[in-house]
C-alpha cells in the first residue's frame, strides 16, 4: 500500500498504481477507498479491462449488482478473455434475478477456463435457484472432481440452495 503510494506521488498519473493500491482497499474491506482509486486508474486509462474488474467486484461486494454489471461488461468488451470476469459478473446477474445471464456467464467461465472450480460451484447454486436439481448436482460433482479436498463444495451448495430458495 505504502509503495503505491509513494509511485502516486511520484507520479500523480500511474494509473496501474491507483488500480493495485485499489485492489489492495478492496481486499482490506475499504471499500470506498477501493472505488475511488478504481476510478481514477479508470480516467487515467478508460482501456483498463482490470480496473473496471476490480471497481466492478467492489460494487458486487457491495451489493450494488447494476453498477457492477456495468463495470464487468465493460471489462468484457474490453477483454472478452478473462474468465474470471464473466464469473464475477454470474452472481451480480443471479442476484438481480437474471438468471438465464447468470447461467450464460458461467458457461463462457467454463469454455475460457474449464479447470476453475468456481465457474462450476457458482453455477452449481444458480441452477439450484432455478429448481434445475440434476444440472446442479452436475456442476457440484465437477467442483469436487477438480478439488476434491474442498469440504464445503461437499455440503455447502444445498445449504444455501435451500436457505436461498
Known amino acids: ?3 503505491c503510494t509513494e509511485a502516486i506521488r511520484l507520479d ?11 485492489r489492495l482497499h478492496d481486499m482490506k474491506g475499504e471499500f470506498d477507498k477501493a472505488i ?4 481514477e486508474a479508470i480516467r487515467l486509462n478508460p482501456q483498463s479491462a482490470d480496473a473496471y474488474w476490480g471497481r466492478g467486484h467492489v460494487y458486487e461486494v457491495n451489493r450494488d449488482f447494476d453498477k457492477a454489471i456495468v463495470d464487468y461488461t465493460e471489462s468484457i468488451r474490453l477483454d472478452p478473455r478473462h474468465a474470471e470476469v464473466y464469473i464475477g459478473r454470474g452472481p451480480a446477474y443471479s442476484k438481480s434475478g437474471e438468471i438465464d445471464k447468470a447461467i450464460a456467464d458461467y458457461n463462457e467461465a467454463a469454455r475460457l477456463d474449464p479447470k476453475q472450480t468456481t465457474t462450476y460451484y ?5 441452477y439450484g435457484k432455478k429448481g434445475d436439481h440434476d ?3 452436475a456442476d457440484f460433482t465437477e467442483a469436487i472432481r477438480l478439488n476434491p479436498n474442498d469440504a464445503e463444495a461437499y ?3 444445498w445449504l444455501r440452495i435451500f436457505l436461498e430458495g
Open 1 to 3: 500500500m505504502a509503495d
Open 12 to 22: 500523480p498519473k500511474f494509473f496501474e498504481a491507483f488500480r493495485v493500491r485499489g
Open 36 to 39: 475511488a482509486d478504481f476510478t
Open 122 to 126: 457458482n453455477r452449481g447454486l444458480t
Open 135 to 137: 444440472k446442479a448436482i
Open 155 to 157: 455440503y455447502k451448495p
